[in-house]
């Protein structure tokens, strides 16, 4: 005690050291990363030279040369690589974005109910969630795909209300054809839009001076769809529908969702929303029963408590794994490939790959591509759950 | 023990009546918790209930504001019955204030607006109104200081006492406490039920199940023993604590004064 220097802790030797030890390791850590980079690096390039590959990204100037059956974009087989990049890419979103709503949608209202206390509805959910979780997604996939090609052909298509046609060869629909005066009904409903936050907020600052509560929902909701309807009123109607008629092999007019798309985005739609349903309940019931009692006994109604007390504290606990929920869905998108839809994998990753034999810059492009769309989720919906994040101390 | 205790002074007792539980029954599933519930408790009036754990106690006071349901006999509270109307449930649960053991406080609103939450929402009073009396409430349990910050950030006391404002801020008739002070530090019991005594002063009809017989003896107009979910004895402090007339409640009375 006494011989105690004063500058410190005694450090024992250097080798036995926390300090030293930590850097001698990272240094080695990254010595060995390096190394390896560097050995893939000049192994490939010196066998794509023996191959005879160029390498490089002026294939995506070049003609594709082969058909996409579906796209967002016009599309002919004389466009290029870069082209059928950006086919894809819109499929893929597409796909997602729409799966994305529709699995949030249901898998919310499937957790809510599970905690129903309706035995059958709770039971049913049960079951829904049980099924739909441990079946491989791609063995639904194929099954709904199955499904959708069991329907009859165009030329037995089973009418709905008698302007939509199930087929084999897709769903038709009446397409809309916006005609003069269109762009009133646009302006009404911008005008709605734009109305709701100003009301919402003249609502609170009512609230806050008289104590009357305001409606602010069903007056929203009453002017979305209200201004826009007095307008089309007003301009007489101007949205026609093309529908579709039957032809000899296939519809005239309207619009088509083909099977492939319908299978796959209904496929993962409600593959994911048995877990958003899972993630939902354990969100709810997180949140202590002793909340919803406290509510109560403060007279407040059940709908208030569960919107003002236990959903901003369940959304705590569910925002995290939905977002995880989002990124797999996304990516499970690319099992497109299986059933021939042409998402980004299986055009630009698949059949233009095959064709240029740019196995690595296309690889690359695709990975970065899902990497991107997956980080820019994680980035929104970090930003919401800290914006949600509960402010406890 | 001594006779000596300080009594509080209240605005006495007053022959309306408040509460009236008839013939009333509960079962969970197979189980029956309440056996034949009748009580009477007039306005004004302050009741401590006790009892072994698991008699029925809390049970029955939460029966009151219906965050349980009773399956047979009456609750009349204000004059209005306890049925499933939802109607008759509101109007009860606006004039019934409730604290509860772990005072379930809403964890993600400052003390402030615990408070405030349910006039504005359900009395429909302007936020500065609100606000106002929700000062005076904290002022009232003393801890005005704490209005900014989130109930995480107290020590369980003073989350006890934010519960007893809150209830207070709906301006209630009858209040309800289930084991206010089991939950709290010996040092923090006593901040409470001082708390409780000043409600019990201003004529605040009060139903208490606590363990804690000083405050039975200091405050209570009647201390009800239950057990095995039935009303065993119910009589006024002293008599009660001096003169304990079934076994079972002297055997209750001798294990919880022992220490």
Not at chain 1, 263 to 271: D, E, G, M, P, Q
Not at chain 1, 342 to 354: E, H, K, Q
Not at chain 2, 31 to 36: S, T
Request: neutral net charge; glycine residues 8%.
């Amino acid at each position: 005690m006494a011989t105690q220097s004063i500058d410190g802790p005694k450090r024992g030797s250097l080798l036995s050291d926390q300090r030293t030890r930590a850097i001698v390791f990272q240094a080695l850590a990254f010595f060995l990363v390096a190394v390896f980079f560097i050995y893939i690096g000049t192994n490939t390039a010196r066998n794509l030279e023996a191959l005879g590959i160029s390498t490089g990204f002026g294939f995506l100037d070049s003609p594709a040369g082969y058909d996409v059956a579906m796209s967002l974009i016009p599309y002919t087989a004389t466009d290029t690589h870069g082209r059928v990049f950006f086919v894809g890419l819109l499929n893929t979103l597409s796909v997602a974005v729409t799966g994305i709503i529709a699995a949030t949608i249901l898998g919310v209202i499937l957790g809510v109910l599970r905690l129903s206390k309706n035995w059958l509805v709770s039971k049913l959910v049960y079951w829904y969630v049980e099924v739909v979780r441990n079946v491989p997604l791609l063995l639904q996939i194929l099954f709904w795909y199955g499904v959708l090609l069991g329907l009859p052909r165009v030329r037995d298509a089973i009418p709905v209300f008698e302007t939509m046609f199930l087929s084999n060869r897709g769903f038709y629909l009446p397409r809309p054809v916006p005609g003069d005066g269109i762009g009133l009904i646009i302006i009404a409903f911008f005008v709605a839009v734009i109305a709701i936050p100003i009301i919402a907020r003249a609502a609170r600052k009512r609230q806050e001076q008289t104590g009357q509560i305001f409606p602010v929902f069903w007056t929203s909701a009453a002017l979305i769809i209200g201004l826009p309807a007095l307008a089309a009123i007003v301009t007489g109607f101007p949205l026609t529908f093309d529908y579709p008629e039957k032809g000899g092999f296939n519809f005239k007019g309207g619009m088509v969702l083909r099977p492939e798309f319908v299978a796959l985005w209904f496929s993962l739609s409600i593959y994911t929303a048995g877990f958003i349903a899972e993630i939902v309940r354990a969100g709810i019931q997180a949140v202590s029963h002793g909340q919803t009692e406290a509510a109560f006994s403060l007279g407040l109604k059940p709908n208030w408590t569960m919107r003002m007390i236990v959903l901003p504290q369940a959304l705590r606990v569910i925002v995290p794994p939905l977002t995880s929920q989002y990124l797999n869905l996304t990516k499970n998108s690319s099992l497109a490939i299986a059933i021939g839809y042409p998402d980004l994998v299986s055009t630009f990753g698949g059949t233009s790959l095959n064709q240029t034999g740019q196995a690595i810059e296309i690889i690359m492009m695709t990975m970065l591509v899902y990497l991107t769309i997956s980080l820019l989720i994680s980035m929104l919906m970090n930003y919401y759950n800290k914006r949600i994040a509960l402010v406890e101390r | 023990m001594s006779d000596a205790v300080q009594r509080v002074s209240t605005p006495g007792v007053s022959d309306e009546v408040a509460i009236q539980i008839i013939g009333m029954h509960k079962w969970y599933g197979q189980f029956h918790v309440l056996k034949d519930i009748n009580l009477t408790v007039r306005r004004g009036e302050r009741i401590v209930v006790c009892g072994p754990s698991g008699s029925g106690k809390s049970t029955m006071i939460r029966c009151i504001n219906r965050l349980e349901e009773h399956q047979q006999g009456q609750i009349i509270v204000d004059d209005i019955e306890l049925t499933g109307n939802l109607k008759n449930i509101d109007a009860i649960r606006r004039e019934v204030g409730m604290c509860f053991q772990h005072f379930n406080l809403f964890p993600h609103l400052t003390v402030l607006e615990n408070c405030t939450l349910a006039p504005i929402w359900v009395r429909k009073v302007p936020k500065a109104q609100a606000e106002e009396i929700a000062m005076e409430f904290l002022n009232k349990v003393r801890i005005p200081e704490q209005a900014a910050k989130y109930p995480g950030q107290l020590s369980g006391g003073q989350q006890q006492r934010v519960a007893i404002a809150r209830s207070l801020c709906m301006s209630p008739r009858i209040m309800l406490f289930d084991e206010p002070t089991s939950a709290l530090d010996p040092e923090m019991i006593a901040e409470v039920l001082e708390v409780m005594v000043n409600l019990a002063e201003t004529g605040m009809t009060m139903i208490c199940v606590t363990h804690e017989m000083g405050f039975a003896r200091k405050v209570a107009d009647r201390v009800i023993f239950m057990d095995g979910g039935e009303i065993i004895e119910q009589n006024e402090p002293e008599e009660f604590f001096n003169n304990p007339q079934s076994e079972r409640t002297q055997q209750f009375l001798s294990q919880i004064l022992a220490h």
